[in-house]
């Protein structure tokens, strides 16, 4: 797992620099395509494994952002329907789901076109 996302890190950070910016807001860019807002007023959560979540919209995972009672901030994944050997685990980026950005903007301006079933129309009504 480690190697497959230091390979592809390279094609994930151009992602997260929309054309025309420099290189040197790829920091920026990167948390800016990859934080959680937490749901309150002031705060935002970038994780490291979490951020390698893709999305579907019709996902076989969610994600919930907690900070415990001493202030740590983590985030709890929680499988939702079985997953197949080699399927990749995908959350939804809807602001149904979780709050985010990501939510309100097409999904070209984040790099990616939608293939998952319900976006396709292919998903059979549950």
């Given at each position: 797992l480690v190697r497959r996302v230091d390979a592809d890190l390279a094609k994930h950070a151009a992602l997260c620099r929309p054309a025309g910016?420099?290189?040197a807001s790829q920091g920026e860019?990167?948390?800016?395509?990859n934080y959680f807002d937490n749901g309150?007023?002031?705060g935002a959560m970038l994780f490291e494994m979490t951020s390698l979540l893709n999305h579907s919209c019709d996902p076989n995972a969610s994600i919930k952002m907690l900070i415990s009672e001493f202030g740590a901030c983590?985030?709890?994944v929680t499988v939702t329907r079985p997953i197949d050997a080699g399927e990749q685990v995908c959350i939804t980026y809807s602001a149904a789901r979780i709050f985010s950005p990501r939510?309100?903007?097409?999904?070209?301006?984040?790099?990616?076109?939608?293939c998952c079933a319900r976006c396709q129309g292919t998903l059979s009504p549950q």
């Open positions: 910016e420099s290189a860019g990167i948390v800016r395509c309150k007023r002031v983590y985030s709890r939510a309100d903007r097409p999904c070209a301006e984040w790099g990616f076109d939608t």
